[in-house]
């Protein structure tokens, strides 16, 4: 894991760390620089757990991987984040990923954990449901894990080069899907679950979803995705409102059912995640579904023509994917 000024709250990690039921050979942990009590907090491990600090000032999140995972002795790498805490059998449960031929991948490169929303109260509630998949959502063969649960080689990480240091956001993204093409198709461990804190505000989350986007752009990633979203907004929403106030007011109709099918999703998954909310907590929470979507929307669609100018100015270097036998 790479660190900087998470204070107190990377407790809750090492906590959760204590009492994995497969214990680590070694934590190693790369500090980017922090000037808080970071690196007091987790040398107060250093007694029950085996914890090596590496020292890299500035580095963004890609090198400081590169290097706690350069610095690592072992084979088999298991990555998190900082603001996580982990199930007491997460470490165990990715690691059997690797011979249990979870999604038909004998002996894979890596193993895709999951994770899950740490929520209170309905803006969080539907900021959880609105960005965050459930399992029942993920096709295995297509998912792209996050690093904040995800366990590879070190054979596979060498092999692609490591993380993308060039790449400021999204570095998780193309570093899993250069693995992907270089080794195919990875472990799948649904039950090895990071649980983290989502956005808070809606300023937040429009700046973290925002950085996505330029990471996206940036890094050639989902330009597809990307489209349809540009589609939707400039050509399908006012082509909509032309319908119902110019032609008949009869075209609401089709298009309340295209506004449903917006939000479907993530109401769905909010009559799972919202059952502790009170009845008027629950229809907050309706309410900030569709603004969570509209401002996640807006943050992508100017983030990612940054994201190309950024990969304009600053290229990204050569690479071509290596087949492994």
Known sequence: M?????????????????????????????????????????????DRLPIRIVSSPGANISKGR??????????????????????????????????????????????????????????????GATVLPEVTDINPETFVP???????????????????????????????????????????????????QPRVTLKAYYKQYYNYATGDGHGGLIPLRHLIRYGTYFVGVPVGLLLIFGVHWTFLIP???????????????LRNQGQALSWPEYLQALFWIPVIRVVGDVAKMIGYPAGLRMRKTNPPPPYAVQKQP
């Not at 790369?30 to 040398?43: N, P, R, V, Y």
């Not at 298009?255 to 998954?269: F, Q």
Request: glycine share 8%; net charge negative; hydrophobic share 45%.
């Open 2 to 46: 790479t660190v900087l000024n998470e204070g107190p709250h990377v407790r809750r990690l090492f906590d959760s760390l204590l009492i994995q039921t497969r214990q680590p050979d070694e934590i190693v942990v790369c500090d980017g620089g922090s000037t808080d009590t970071t690196l007091a907090e987790i040398e107060s491990y250093a």
């Open 66 to 127: 590169n290097v706690a995972i350069a610095a690592a002795q072992y084979d088999v790498i298991a990555a998190t984040d900082a603001g996580v805490w982990l199930e007491p059998d997460w470490l165990e449960t990715l690691l059997a990923g690797f011979t249990d031929g979870s999604n038909n991948s004998q002996n894979p490169a890596m193993v895709a954990g999951f994770f899950a929303p740490d929520v209170d109260g309905p803006f969080e509630v539907a900021m």
């Open 146 to 196: 996050s690093s904040r649960s995800v366990a590879f080689t070190k054979q596979a990480w060498q092999a692609v080069g490591g993380y993308p240091e060039w790449l400021a956001f999204g570095e998780d993204v193309l570093y899993d899907l250069r693995i992907r093409d270089a080794f195919g198709a990875f472990g799948w461990a649904p039950r090895a679950i990071a649980h983290f």
């Open 255 to 269: 298009s309340l059912v295209v506004m449903y099918a917006y939000v479907r999703t993530p109401i769905r998954r």
